[in-house]
């Protein structure tokens, strides 16, 4: 497929498993994340493998003005973007009060105002855009239908995410933009070890965890459809949804003791 593909997060986990099926379908690839020897590895085996362009940038987009810097070096390469995927993103285990605010901050600043300023920033030249499929893919979380204590912060990013998806879907609907939000739930990811949560009980489950490529495939083809939220997972599905029925109090207190492990 004749179209460019930015993916924030595109070293390891869902990220990297979403920009692989655009490799596969063939579209030319932008690979955003910090560590610059694993994008350079990356690019190179994709460039071989499936003959495409691939051109990887390093960046930590939790820093304010990262998107703006990001955009720049995508005007300076001549690089378009059709397709956006903001899948980078980080959580942090603990009581709110007690973690160190920089890394609360961090988190607000990748998952929401990278994620937000990036999609600002590349929504016009999409809407000029001639591919046929073309859009945003955000990478929000089950994570999205409830509140979380003892990881607070997080949830909320992650609602903000699926609240904007769902508002800019039925924005562009119409002018032929696709936005889709994938909310999965626990994946077999380094998400886990990052955000210091070893010992949760959780991964000691492996019918809940699911395999990151099929996370990604689900949103692959939920982006290309144009749904405007995709779960993957029956279980994940009704849990969501049940979140809309069940008390709050109840929620949050299931939310808790899962998130303490
Ligand atoms: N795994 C789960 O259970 C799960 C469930 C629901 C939702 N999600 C969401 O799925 C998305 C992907 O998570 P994952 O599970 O695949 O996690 P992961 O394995 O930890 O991968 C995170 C990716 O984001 C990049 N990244 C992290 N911080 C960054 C920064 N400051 N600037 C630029 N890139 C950064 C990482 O590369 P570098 O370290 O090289 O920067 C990596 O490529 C996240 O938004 C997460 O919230 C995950």
Request: overall charge positive; proline content about 3%.
């Amino acid at each position: 497929m004749n179209r460019n593909v930015l993916v924030t997060g595109a070293t390891v986990g869902i990220g990297k498993e979403i920009a692989q099926l655009f490799a596969e379908d063939g579209s030319s690839l932008v690979l955003v994340a910090r560590n610059k020897s694993k994008l350079e590895a990356i690019a190179k085996e994709w460039r071989n493998k499936y003959e495409i362009k691939v051109e990887p940038i390093a960046l930590d987009l939790s820093k304010p003005g990262s998107a703006k810097v990001l955009f720049q070096a995508l005007a300076k390469k001549k690089l378009h973007v059709d397709v956006l995927v903001n899948n980078a993103g980080f959580g942090a285990n603990g009581e709110f009060a007690k973690n160190e605010f920089t890394v609360e901050s961090d988190m607000v600043h990748l998952n929401v105002v990278a994620l937000t300023e990036l999609s600002h920033l590349l929504l016009p030249g999409m809407k000029k855009s001639s591919a046929k499929v073309k859009g945003i893919l955000n990478v929000a979380s089950t994570a999205a239908f409830q509140a979380g204590p003892y990881m607070s912060n997080y949830y909320a990013t992650k609602a903000y995410v699926l609240s904007l998806s769902e508002g800019l879907h039925y924005e562009l609907k119409s002018q032929g933009v696709h936005v889709s939000c994938l909310c999965p739930g626990a994946t077999r990811t380094e998400f886990f070890d990052r955000a210091g949560m070893q010992e949760n009980n959780l991964l000691n489950n492996e019918f809940l965890l699911a395999s990151p490529k099929s996370v990604a495939e689900f949103g692959y083809k939920a982006f290309e459809k144009n749904k405007a939220i995709a779960i993957p997972g029956f279980l994940n599905s009704l849990l969501a949804q049940s979140a809309r029925i069940t008390p709050r109090f109840i929620i949050r207190m299931i939310t808790a003791k899962m998130n303490k492990g």
